[in-house]
């Protein structure tokens, strides 16, 4: 996608975005992503006040980039207005710390347990919605202790894991498990000590934010980087958002800008890291057999990878596993949206589609590597979700993890 | 028969400001326009509104007089200018003597500029060519020429003057050594007409020679045409020139969401039938891309043609850019011994009001009026009231809701009225202009002072289909608009429609490559290929 | 099986890219089908103008490409009708009649016939879509030629909560997700269909509903219903992309959507691979045939192509033989009278490309 003004100039406004767009199907007075997005910039550039208040409703799945036909770039416009909104004060607040999963994360891991508590305490949510429009309807995931760290390397190739908030300050044992993944396929894994990818930061509206994380992860991974090591991650949002040099924000910057691009280059999803190990013919194959139906879902940001779906090709190499590709929409959490009182109903009703196809699957297991694809499903369809991570180490185990 | 004191036969920036002009000092009269507003050189140049920087180094008078009507038309029609202010531009091989000169030039007319070094010109405007070596500024802003056209035109029609598109003058009788009368035809109708009356101005700039004709005298002009190009975005905030001697392509102007280059220039028989060359579009490409070098891949929406009426009596032996640009006001009563009859020729967009005063003041003193000129002071147009606003923004986006108040005026009361009545009629129906249903419902229909009769018409008062889509999506629901407010029947709107596609389309034919061909052919795809053959289109031998 | 070797990659997913694909999964080939954008389906689904179905009618595999398509579309549940003998009337944008050979079924079924009285129903509030204007252009064009007028409007009431503005696309996303609008909205076709023979309305018929769901609608209105064209986005092409796109994906095609591919790889007159423009790294794909079906994009992959190909649809160079033993590209020789763009040469030359590419015996992607 042309990032610069002239992707405007591509679009011939077939409204083919509008039509793959998640919640214009559902919100009845959503514009759209063609509004939103290059006919709001054509505006801008005229010099207009061209903000509005819709563009906070884009889940940022970029289901409209991948479907126009001209390479306009639409999400990453209507990124850069949300960066430019002016919120009123409740929700601004509120986006400032949901911008902020790593700040948000350190804090509640002091004393995880007592987080916890009051986190899914029913008086605590029903405040958190009235004072700072966070829906109750929803839960928080559980806070445990960061301890996922870098284990005795050998001889062996190092990879870099950029965990993510997810997994650093929600599920360490996940980063673990990905660790061990790549351990039992002859790679030693150095835990990258960075932060917050900083997509929360882009879908709450601070460039600034984004920027200045971006300059810290690149700071942090600027030797390993150097020497060529791989960074793999396990989070299809930090994923994309180190292949799409940091989305953007660093553009402009004659420093970075060239440290953001071979990132993107040396950036793997762990199962697209797999699969390329499968294609050459050194995955460890030694998989016991797993008797079972997994329904799959691929989250929007590893469609926006355009790798296809490697997990689906993993799994399948497992001895008894059927996997189903699902393929049907966006789930309609993206991250922290899902969390926001005033979204939760576009949200639930972006995923209905989702919800009603794995019911009708009635699937033994749902797999999906997003942290908050997970939770939805489990929310819309109380159907327990796993990484397909779990999976793929249960049948090198043998056993149940 | 009807009658009226004052016949102008041209509705370009010259003759709406006459009119105009004449109702402030309340003598009654009449404009009668072939086409639609601003159809010549006014609708076809780039709306710039010249700081008096092109001329100051040539011809100081001018300059002066420029930047005098640059601040008279910023204050008396705010609605219509973007004062985005200009530069002029030092290339590297281009005169550096040249380059003084203009300075100490523009010093003298009183031009207020600064010096830009070339790293702070480019700090202002990013897409300027790395190897600039400096700038000057100066007022250059755009006017919208449609909209100031309109504005003299309706302010005109509010204290009691008369508009009529759409007719052609077919006679002037003009026996016996005085004006009597003039017949015209309506062009759409055919139905003709004559108005008695005392004086006659042609104001009719590329056709001049055609109207004096008509009453056995003679104008000569000079038509120089220029061709300019539409970019589908903004390249510059400001007016960019180039800072030499004028030639081609060394003109940039934005013009609300679009910019446009130009211009070229070459003498041309008439004013009809032009058309834009492939050389000419590459020569003001390659030229304008020196200063501007990303215009090489900027998307072009459209190109035109228009004529410069330069006045060309026999004693100038040049023609074109060396020809005057200052105006000419004949009076065929001493010239010809035609009394009644004025014509007034050449000049600028820039000065339109200076040229109507000069008119309006022979005007009045032939007719005894003794009321000066006050349309230096008078605002075009009202203010918007605070409670209209207020009303509108409850229902628009503030853009939207400014575009309605430059565009309309108080006439955006009406259409706040229409979507407070039916909420739907708030839609967009052009995205890329910001124009409601609710307005382009009322620009067709009665209540406006100059109803649009075609959808390029509604294209002039609204900028609806002025955008990357060039009218695809927007003309044809503005062709349902018309006909569902009863203006056009089925089988007219259908008509009007493919005209205005094809009009749409020759603007845009010349291109061979890049995003604005794939929206042309999306445009044939969907309306079929030659512009009336949408409708027509059938297999001989289907059952 | 490695994950990045094919059978045929199929590049582009309009008429002539899905047509391809369609063949070579047909023929149980392995098919990775890299899409971007829907090409012709969004602007007027596809339809085929007799002109330009005549015009093609003396190649010796036309019908069997329309045929095959038709096919493959019904199966996939949103089926290209066709009628290669006895072109229909199709109601156009401007209320004209156009001669068409071939339509998804929807639209297919809103042709001009004399005995049926037609009721163009109508939604208040759309500004893209009027109704009483398209009855009388086409009553008008009706008399002209000859023909019975048998069009006449009505206005139907819709729920008013469909959106701001009312577009055919949040009636159609409405009708895709809400069982209780879609019999709210049968109930108001049958009450306007009273006194009729057959219905049209603007296509506001869902993005993702099947043939079946369509009949079982129809059957619930009471009447034939048929399908107009509106502006863009043209819902009833989308709705054959999305079911034949996830047809192919039902038959393991696997499809990379949103970014085109930025490189070919060619050595030794052979195409080893094909590069996906994806974030980051780009995704290197390998294939024993190559099939270039977009309208831009083979330009800008090959700097030395003709734009003409031989009879084995081989793109060919300026010398005149061909730039790979593997490369097809969906055009029609230059020598085809039809321009080679239009909707029924796009469906002939996806479905020769295909047939090439699937005849090619050659493993190059085992390379």
Redesign the interface.
């Given at each position: 996608m042309r990032p610069d003004n002239f992707a405007i100039d591509n679009c011939l406004k077939c409204s083919v975005c509008n039509a793959a767009c998640p919640v214009y199907a559902v919100h009845p007075q959503y514009p759209g992503p063609k509004h939103l997005g290059p006919e709001l910039e054509r505006l801008r550039l005229e010099g207009l006040d061209a903000d509005t208040g819709w563009v906070e409703y884009c889940l940022g799945c970029h289901r409209c980039d991948l479907a126009c036909p001209q390479q306009v770039g639409v999400s990453e416009m209507i990124a850069r207005a949300k960066a430019r909104h002016r919120k009123p004060l409740v929700r601004a607040l509120r986006d400032w710390w949901f911008a902020r999963p790593g700040l948000l994360g350190k804090l509640t891991t002091i004393v995880p347990p007592v987080s916890n508590f009051f986190l899914r305490l029913g008086p605590v949510r029903l405040l958190m919605s009235k004072l700072m429009r966070i829906t109750r309807r929803r839960i928080f995931p559980a806070y445990t202790r960061p301890t996922l760290r870098t284990a005795a390397s050998g001889a062996k190739q190092r990879v870099l894991l950029f965990p993510g908030c997810f997994l650093t300050y929600n599920r360490p044992d996940l980063g673990r498990k990905t660790v061990e993944l790549l351990e039992r396929n002859g790679f030693a894994v150095e835990v990258a000590q960075t932060g917050c990818c900083g997509v929360p930061a882009i879908a709450n509206g601070d460039a600034a934010l984004a920027r200045g994380l971006a300059e810290k992860n690149l700071a942090v991974m600027a030797e390993n980087l150097a020497a060529g090591m791989s960074v793999v991650t396990a989070c299809a949002s930090c994923g994309y958002q180190l292949k799409s040099g940091f989305g953007g924000v660093l553009e402009g910057n004659p420093r970075l800008e060239p440290l953001a691009h071979r990132i993107g280059a040396q950036t793997y999803d762990i199962a697209e890291f797999l699969r390329a190990l499968s294609d050459a013919g050194k995955l460890n194959t030694g998989f016991h057999t797993v008797n079972r139906q997994v329904a799959y879902h691929a989250p929007c940001h590893l469609s926006s990878q355009g790798i296809g779906r490697p997990w689906v090709h993993l799994l399948r190499q497992i001895p008894g596993v059927s996997v189903n590709d699902v393929n049907a929409g966006c789930c309609g959490m993206s991250g922290t949206y899902g969390f926001k009182e005033e979204k939760y109903q576009v949200s639930m009703g972006v995923g209905q589609g989702l919800f009603e196809s794995l019911k009708a699957l009635r699937p033994q297991q749902v797999a999906t590597e997003c942290a908050t694809c997970q939770m939805q499903i489990e929310h819309g369809t109380g159907m327990h979700t796993v990484h397909p991570i779990e999976i793929l180490l249960e049948a090198y185990k043998g056993r149940p993890n | 028969m009807e009658s009226t004191q004052v016949v102008i036969i041209g509705g370009g920036a010259t003759g709406a400001g006459i009119l105009w002009d004449l109702a402030r000092r309340g003598i009654p009269a009449l404009l009668l326009e072939q086409a639609d507003i601003a159809n010549g050189a006014t609708g076809r140049c780039h709306g710039l509104l010249h700081s008096g920087g092109r001329y100051v180094v040539k011809d100081q008078e001018t300059a002066r007089d420029c930047l005098a009507e640059n601040r008279i038309v910023k204050a008396i029609a705010p609605n219509c200018v973007e004062d985005t202010g200009g530069l002029f531009v030092q290339l590297p091989g281009d005169d550096p003597a040249f380059f003084e000169r203009w300075w100490s030039a523009a010093q003298a007319a009183g031009i207020p500029s600064r010096r830009l070094s070339a790293d702070e010109a480019r700090a202002l405007e990013p897409n300027l060519a790395e190897n600039i070596l400096g700038a000057f500024t100066c007022p250059d802003a755009h006017v919208d020429v449609f909209r100031l056209v309109l504005a003299n035109i309706e302010a005109a029609v509010s204290r009691g003057a008369q508009f009529r598109s759409y007719c052609q003058v077919t006679a002037i009788d003009a026996a016996g050594g005085r004006v009597r009368s003039v017949s015209y035809r309506n062009t759409r109708t055919g139905e003709e007409h004559t108005v008695a009356c005392e004086m006659v101005v042609n104001a009719a700039g590329g056709w001049a020679q055609r109207v004096a004709a008509l009453a056995q005298v003679s104008v000569p002009v000079c038509c120089d045409k220029g061709t300019l190009l539409v970019l589908?975005?903004?390249l510059a905030?400001r007016v960019v020139n180039r800072c030499r001697v004028p030639g081609d392509a060394d003109i940039l102007v934005?013009a609300?969401?679009v910019c446009l280059l130009g211009t070229s220039s070459m003498v041309v028989p008439g004013p009809d039938g032009l058309t834009a060359s492939g050389e000419e579009i590459q020569s003001l490409l390659q030229l304008g891309g020196l200063m501007v070098p990303?215009l090489a891949?900027?998307?072009i929406l459209r190109t035109f043609s228009g004529v410069r009426a330069l006045y060309a009596p026999p004693s100038s032996a040049a023609g074109g850019r060396g020809a005057s640009r200052s105006f000419a006001l004949l009076d065929h009563e001493e010239l010809d011994g035609v009394a009644g009859l004025l014509s007034i020729v050449g000049g600028k967009l820039t000065t339109y009001r200076r040229m109507a005063e000069a008119t309006v003041d022979c005007i009045a003193a032939k007719l005894g009026v003794q009321v000066p000129c006050a349309t230096q002071t008078t605002p075009l147009r009202p203010v918007l009231s605070r409670a209209v606003r207020r009303r509108a923004e409850r229902l628009l986006?503030?853009?939207v809701v400014?575009k309605l108040e430059c565009r309309r005026g108080v006439e955006a009361a009406s259409v706040v009225a229409a979507i407070e009545a039916q909420?739907?009629l708030?839609?967009?129906?052009c995205?890329?202009e910001?124009v409601t249903?609710a307005e382009i419902e009322f620009v067709l229909g009665s209540a406006a002072r100059l109803p649009a009769e075609t959808i390029a018409d509604v294209g002039r008062r609204t900028r609806l289909g002025f955008?990357?889509?060039q009218g695809?999506?927007c003309g044809?629901?503005t062709m349902?608009?018309g006909?569902?407010t009863h203006r056009w029947?089925?089988?007219q709107?259908?008509r009007e429609?493919?005209d205005y596609l094809g009009e749409r389309w020759k603007g845009q034919s010349f291109l061979h490559e890049g995003?604005q061909l794939?929206?042309l052919d999306?445009s044939r795809?969907?309306?079929?290929e030659a512009p009336c053959a949408?409708?027509?289109?059938?297999?001989a031998?289907?059952? | 099986m490695q994950s990045n070797r094919f059978d045929a990659i199929v590049m582009g997913a309009g008429l002539s890219g899905l047509t391809a694909a369609a063949v070579a999964a047909a023929q149980s080939r392995r098919v990775a089908l890299v899409a971007i954008g829907a090409g012709a389906f969004v602007l007027d689904a596809g339809c085929v103008s007799a002109n330009e179905a005549r015009q093609l009618s003396a190649q010796p595999d036309f019908e069997d490409a329309i045929a095959f398509i038709c096919k493959a579309t019904a199966a996939a549940g949103c089926a290209l009708d066709a009628d290669l003998r006895s072109p229909r009337r199709i109601p156009s944008l401007l209320g004209g009649f156009e001669g068409v050979s071939l339509a998804p079924r929807g639209v297919w079924k809103a042709a001009y016939s004399a005995g049926a009285r037609t009721a163009i129903a109508g939604f208040g509030g759309m500004s893209g879509f009027d109704a009483e204007f398209l009855a009388e252009r086409l009553n008008n064009h009706a008399r002209a030629h000859g023909l019975a007028p048998v069009y006449t409007a009505k206005i139907v009431a819709l729920p008013s909560d469909l959106g701001t503005p009312l577009t055919t696309l949040r009636i159609a996303n409405r009708f895709d997700r809400d069982a209780g609008f879609r019999a709210a909205l049968a109930s108001a076709l049958r009450e306007a269909a009273t006194g009729f023979d057959r219905v049209l309305l603007p296509s506001v018929l869902g993005l993702h509903s099947t043939d079946g769901q369509l009949a079982g609608f129809e059957r619930e209105v009471g009447c034939g219903l048929g399908e107009l064209a509106t502006l863009p986005p043209c819902i009833p092409g989308l709705r054959v992309y999305n079911r034949l796109l996830a047809a192919l994906r039902g038959r393991g095609v696997e499809v990379f959507e949103g970014y085109p591919a930025d490189l070919l790889e060619i050595a030794d007159g052979v195409c080893t691979g094909l590069r996906i423009a994806s974030p980051g790294r780009g995704l290197l794909l390998h294939a024993d045939a190559v099939v270039l079906a977009t309208e831009s994009g083979s330009r800008a992959l090959l700097s030395e192509f003709t734009g003409s190909c031989d009879e084995r649809q081989h793109p060919l160079s300026p010398s005149g033989a061909p730039i790979a033993r593997n490369l097809f590209a969906a055009l029609l020789p230059q020598a085809a009278e039809s321009k080679p763009d239009g909707h029924a040469g796009q469906i002939l030359a996806g479905y020769r490309a295909a047939v090439c590419a699937c005849a090619e015996r050659g493993e190059y992607a085992a390379r």
């Amino acid at each position: 996608m042309r990032p610069d003004n002239f992707a405007i100039d591509n679009c011939l406004k077939c409204s083919v975005c509008n039509a793959a767009c998640p919640v214009y199907a559902v919100h009845p007075q959503y514009p759209g992503p063609k509004h939103l997005g290059p006919e709001l910039e054509r505006l801008r550039l005229e010099g207009l006040d061209a903000d509005t208040g819709w563009v906070e409703y884009c889940l940022g799945c970029h289901r409209c980039d991948l479907a126009c036909p001209q390479q306009v770039g639409v999400s990453e416009m209507i990124a850069r207005a949300k960066a430019r909104h002016r919120k009123p004060l409740v929700r601004a607040l509120r986006d400032w710390w949901f911008a902020r999963p790593g700040l948000l994360g350190k804090l509640t891991t002091i004393v995880p347990p007592v987080s916890n508590f009051f986190l899914r305490l029913g008086p605590v949510r029903l405040l958190m919605s009235k004072l700072m429009r966070i829906t109750r309807r929803r839960i928080f995931p559980a806070y445990t202790r960061p301890t996922l760290r870098t284990a005795a390397s050998g001889a062996k190739q190092r990879v870099l894991l950029f965990p993510g908030c997810f997994l650093t300050y929600n599920r360490p044992d996940l980063g673990r498990k990905t660790v061990e993944l790549l351990e039992r396929n002859g790679f030693a894994v150095e835990v990258a000590q960075t932060g917050c990818c900083g997509v929360p930061a882009i879908a709450n509206g601070d460039a600034a934010l984004a920027r200045g994380l971006a300059e810290k992860n690149l700071a942090v991974m600027a030797e390993n980087l150097a020497a060529g090591m791989s960074v793999v991650t396990a989070c299809a949002s930090c994923g994309y958002q180190l292949k799409s040099g940091f989305g953007g924000v660093l553009e402009g910057n004659p420093r970075l800008e060239p440290l953001a691009h071979r990132i993107g280059a040396q950036t793997y999803d762990i199962a697209e890291f797999l699969r390329a190990l499968s294609d050459a013919g050194k995955l460890n194959t030694g998989f016991h057999t797993v008797n079972r139906q997994v329904a799959y879902h691929a989250p929007c940001h590893l469609s926006s990878q355009g790798i296809g779906r490697p997990w689906v090709h993993l799994l399948r190499q497992i001895p008894g596993v059927s996997v189903n590709d699902v393929n049907a929409g966006c789930c309609g959490m993206s991250g922290t949206y899902g969390f926001k009182e005033e979204k939760y109903q576009v949200s639930m009703g972006v995923g209905q589609g989702l919800f009603e196809s794995l019911k009708a699957l009635r699937p033994q297991q749902v797999a999906t590597e997003c942290a908050t694809c997970q939770m939805q499903i489990e929310h819309g369809t109380g159907m327990h979700t796993v990484h397909p991570i779990e999976i793929l180490l249960e049948a090198y185990k043998g056993r149940p993890n | 028969m009807e009658s009226t004191q004052v016949v102008i036969i041209g509705g370009g920036a010259t003759g709406a400001g006459i009119l105009w002009d004449l109702a402030r000092r309340g003598i009654p009269a009449l404009l009668l326009e072939q086409a639609d507003i601003a159809n010549g050189a006014t609708g076809r140049c780039h709306g710039l509104l010249h700081s008096g920087g092109r001329y100051v180094v040539k011809d100081q008078e001018t300059a002066r007089d420029c930047l005098a009507e640059n601040r008279i038309v910023k204050a008396i029609a705010p609605n219509c200018v973007e004062d985005t202010g200009g530069l002029f531009v030092q290339l590297p091989g281009d005169d550096p003597a040249f380059f003084e000169r203009w300075w100490s030039a523009a010093q003298a007319a009183g031009i207020p500029s600064r010096r830009l070094s070339a790293d702070e010109a480019r700090a202002l405007e990013p897409n300027l060519a790395e190897n600039i070596l400096g700038a000057f500024t100066c007022p250059d802003a755009h006017v919208d020429v449609f909209r100031l056209v309109l504005a003299n035109i309706e302010a005109a029609v509010s204290r009691g003057a008369q508009f009529r598109s759409y007719c052609q003058v077919t006679a002037i009788d003009a026996a016996g050594g005085r004006v009597r009368s003039v017949s015209y035809r309506n062009t759409r109708t055919g139905e003709e007409h004559t108005v008695a009356c005392e004086m006659v101005v042609n104001a009719a700039g590329g056709w001049a020679q055609r109207v004096a004709a008509l009453a056995q005298v003679s104008v000569p002009v000079c038509c120089d045409k220029g061709t300019l190009l539409v970019l589908n975005h903004r390249l510059a905030s400001r007016v960019v020139n180039r800072c030499r001697v004028p030639g081609d392509a060394d003109i940039l102007v934005p013009a609300g969401p679009v910019c446009l280059l130009g211009t070229s220039s070459m003498v041309v028989p008439g004013p009809d039938g032009l058309t834009a060359s492939g050389e000419e579009i590459q020569s003001l490409l390659q030229l304008g891309g020196l200063m501007v070098p990303s215009l090489a891949e900027a998307r072009i929406l459209r190109t035109f043609s228009g004529v410069r009426a330069l006045y060309a009596p026999p004693s100038s032996a040049a023609g074109g850019r060396g020809a005057s640009r200052s105006f000419a006001l004949l009076d065929h009563e001493e010239l010809d011994g035609v009394a009644g009859l004025l014509s007034i020729v050449g000049g600028k967009l820039t000065t339109y009001r200076r040229m109507a005063e000069a008119t309006v003041d022979c005007i009045a003193a032939k007719l005894g009026v003794q009321v000066p000129c006050a349309t230096q002071t008078t605002p075009l147009r009202p203010v918007l009231s605070r409670a209209v606003r207020r009303r509108a923004e409850r229902l628009l986006a503030r853009p939207v809701v400014d575009k309605l108040e430059c565009r309309r005026g108080v006439e955006a009361a009406s259409v706040v009225a229409a979507i407070e009545a039916q909420p739907e009629l708030a839609e967009l129906v052009c995205e890329c202009e910001m124009v409601t249903r609710a307005e382009i419902e009322f620009v067709l229909g009665s209540a406006a002072r100059l109803p649009a009769e075609t959808i390029a018409d509604v294209g002039r008062r609204t900028r609806l289909g002025f955008g990357p889509c060039q009218g695809t999506y927007c003309g044809y629901k503005t062709m349902l608009a018309g006909y569902q407010t009863h203006r056009w029947s089925s089988e007219q709107a259908a008509r009007e429609f493919t005209d205005y596609l094809g009009e749409r389309w020759k603007g845009q034919s010349f291109l061979h490559e890049g995003k604005q061909l794939e929206q042309l052919d999306l445009s044939r795809e969907l309306y079929g290929e030659a512009p009336c053959a949408g409708a027509e289109r059938e297999a001989a031998d289907a059952k | 099986m490695q994950s990045n070797r094919f059978d045929a990659i199929v590049m582009g997913a309009g008429l002539s890219g899905l047509t391809a694909a369609a063949v070579a999964a047909a023929q149980s080939r392995r098919v990775a089908l890299v899409a971007i954008g829907a090409g012709a389906f969004v602007l007027d689904a596809g339809c085929v103008s007799a002109n330009e179905a005549r015009q093609l009618s003396a190649q010796p595999d036309f019908e069997d490409a329309i045929a095959f398509i038709c096919k493959a579309t019904a199966a996939a549940g949103c089926a290209l009708d066709a009628d290669l003998r006895s072109p229909r009337r199709i109601p156009s944008l401007l209320g004209g009649f156009e001669g068409v050979s071939l339509a998804p079924r929807g639209v297919w079924k809103a042709a001009y016939s004399a005995g049926a009285r037609t009721a163009i129903a109508g939604f208040g509030g759309m500004s893209g879509f009027d109704a009483e204007f398209l009855a009388e252009r086409l009553n008008n064009h009706a008399r002209a030629h000859g023909l019975a007028p048998v069009y006449t409007a009505k206005i139907v009431a819709l729920p008013s909560d469909l959106g701001t503005p009312l577009t055919t696309l949040r009636i159609a996303n409405r009708f895709d997700r809400d069982a209780g609008f879609r019999a709210a909205l049968a109930s108001a076709l049958r009450e306007a269909a009273t006194g009729f023979d057959r219905v049209l309305l603007p296509s506001v018929l869902g993005l993702h509903s099947t043939d079946g769901q369509l009949a079982g609608f129809e059957r619930e209105v009471g009447c034939g219903l048929g399908e107009l064209a509106t502006l863009p986005p043209c819902i009833p092409g989308l709705r054959v992309y999305n079911r034949l796109l996830a047809a192919l994906r039902g038959r393991g095609v696997e499809v990379f959507e949103g970014y085109p591919a930025d490189l070919l790889e060619i050595a030794d007159g052979v195409c080893t691979g094909l590069r996906i423009a994806s974030p980051g790294r780009g995704l290197l794909l390998h294939a024993d045939a190559v099939v270039l079906a977009t309208e831009s994009g083979s330009r800008a992959l090959l700097s030395e192509f003709t734009g003409s190909c031989d009879e084995r649809q081989h793109p060919l160079s300026p010398s005149g033989a061909p730039i790979a033993r593997n490369l097809f590209a969906a055009l029609l020789p230059q020598a085809a009278e039809s321009k080679p763009d239009g909707h029924a040469g796009q469906i002939l030359a996806g479905y020769r490309a295909a047939v090439c590419a699937c005849a090619e015996r050659g493993e190059y992607a085992a390379r």
